[in-house]
C-alpha cells in the first residue's frame, strides 16, 4: 500500500510539472543600462487615443526598445485616461527611437512624444543660461516682466498665492517653445494642466515669451507643484513661473 501511494504522488509531481511547464515564464522588466539615468531616458508622451491602455502604450513603444518603466495618466476620479504618458527606457537607443514617433498619427490623434523635464533640469549643469536663444528676451517684451509682474520677482520667489488661483504664469520662454513641450514640462504637477496658452503678437502670430496653465480649481495643490518649477529650462532659456492673478468675474 504504502508503494501504490509513493506512485500516486510520483505521479502527482510529474503532472504538476507538466503543467507548469505549459505556463509561459513571467517577464521580467528589464534593467536599465549601468550608469543610465532614469531622468535622461524618460520620454512624455502626449496625445494617446484614450482606450489606449498600459499594454497598448508597452506593446507599440516597445518597437523602440526595452522599456525599463511606463506610468500612464489617470484621473484620479474616474479612472480614465488622460491621455498621457511617462515612458522611461533601459538604454539611450530606444529613448531615442521614441522621440521620431513625435508627431505621428496614432489611433486617429497626433502624437507629442518629448524628453520629460523634471525639476532637476531647471538648474542646468553649469547653472548658466547659454544656449542659442541667450539674450533673446530683449526686444519687444523688453520691461514687460515689471510692472504686472512685478510681485513676483525671479529669484525672490512667487509672489503671494491669491484666493481663487488655479493657474500660473510662465515668462521668459523661449520662442520655439511649444505649448505640447510646456504640457510636458507641467503634466506631473497634479493631476496635469487643463489648458495652455501660449500669448503670440496679433500682428505677427510670433510667441511672445509668456504662457498661461490652467489646473482644475479642485487640483489645488498642482500650481504650487507648478512655481517650483521655476528656473526650469526650455530649449535653452530658463523661465519662470508665479501665480496667476485670477480674472474678476
Known sequence: EEK???????????????EA???PPAQKEPKQAPGADADELTVFVGGLPWSCDDEMLRRDFSE??????????????????????FVTFADAAGFEASLKFNGDDYGGRT???????????????DGKGKGKDKGKGKGKDKGKDKGKGG????????????????????????????EDELR??????GRGPTAV???TDRETGESRGTAFVDFDPSDAAAPDEAVKLSETELRGRFFRVDYATPRSS
Open 4 to 18: 501504490d501511494e509513493e506512485d500516486d504522488e510520483s505521479e502527482d509531481e510529474e503532472e504538476e510539472e507538466e
Open 151 to 178: 510681485k513676483s520677482g525671479g529669484k525672490g520667489g512667487p509672489s503671494a498665492r491669491t484666493a481663487g488661483c488655479s493657474s500660473v504664469v510662465v515668462k521668459g520662454l523661449a520662442y520655439e517653445a511649444s
Open 197 to 199: 496658452r501660449i500669448l
Open 64 to 85: 523602440c526598445g526595452a522599456i525599463a518603466s511606463l506610468r500612464l495618466l489617470t484621473d484620479r476620479e474616474t479612472g480614465r485616461s488622460r491621455g498621457m504618458a
Open 21 to 23: 511547464a505549459k505556463e
Open 111 to 125: 502624437l507629442t512624444v518629448a524628453k520629460a523635464v523634471c525639476q532637476a533640469d531647471g538648474k542646468g549643469k
Open 184 to 189: 510636458a514640462v507641467f503634466a506631473r504637477c
